[in-house]
């Protein structure tokens, strides 16, 4: 089981989780004194001290660094849980050229399923009911940049994530993909601004261990008993808004994403 994301919130209590359940677990994380201290929460829940796996991504030549050494790790990943992402307060462009939120949140993740294709066995994605305030436009990935507002930059990231979801589904037959909203989870989103940071503490959010349940439930249940491409929230599938359902949209998106990271479309 990799965990993109892993070294707080959703993505550390999804890999406490499975890793009770005696699933061997891999953490990717960005920070490594975060990805430490997350291995050392898995250790101690589990009595198994997870693999770890430095990347930002940020960058894209972390992801595809990334990828190669998962690719010589291990010659099949029974899930790989594309569920790294943040909110990103202001207009910041990447190294690569993107919009942050855009790039970390999908074209990271669109990166790095394309790169392990052939050693997946299933993957989950953390989207969000944020997708619905989200203006996603494959022909300008670029767009949020413009009047920037960070929830309907976060929202087209997300809206990316059910789409390449259903999408990855449509060609990728054999993989079986899956979406999830965790619903408003109280994590490390915000931290750069202290009113934020601070409201993420105090409202009554939901907690990242019930955040992580519908994401553990997805990496385990019975293939036969989900619907590959589908959009779930508490463990039950879920409509998303309409465009985040849209076939040509998401082909669309799969072209531009590939052309943007340099992969074959």
Known sequence: MVVTGASSGIGLA????????????????????????AAEQVREAS???????????????????????????????DVLANNAGAIVLQPLTTVD???????ANHLAPFLLSNLLRDRIGRMVVTASGAHRSG????????????????????????????LFTAE??????????????????RTRFGNDSRLVAVGMRMLPFR????????????????PSRLRTGGYYADRRPRRPLRKA?????????????????????
């Open 97 to 103: 050229g993107f919009e942050l939120s855009i790039q």
């Open 168 to 185: 990855a589904a449509r060609r990728w037959p054999d993989v079986p993909a899956y979406c999830f909203h965790p619903g408003v989870v």
């Open 14 to 37: 999804a890999a406490v989780d499975l890793a009770r359940r005696n699933d061997q677990v891999v953490l990717v994380g960005r920070d490594p004194a975060r990805l430490q201290a």
């Open 207 to 222: 907690s990242p261990e019930k955040g992580a349940e519908t994401l553990v439930w997805l990496a385990n249940q019975d």
């Open 245 to 265: 359902a849209d076939p040509q949209l998401a082909a669309r998106l799969w072209a531009a994403s590939a052309e943007a990271v340099g992969v074959p479309a």
């Open 135 to 162: 203006v996603l436009d494959p022909g300008d990935l670029n767009a949020p940049l413009r009047r920037y507002r960070p929830m309907r930059a976060y929202g087209t990231s997300k809206q990316a994530n059910i």
């Open 47 to 77: 009595g198994e001290r997870p693999e770890l796996f430095r990347a930002d991504f940020a960058v894209l030549d972390d992801v595809r660094r990334l990828a190669e050494k998962l690719r010589a790790a291990y010659d099949r990943i």
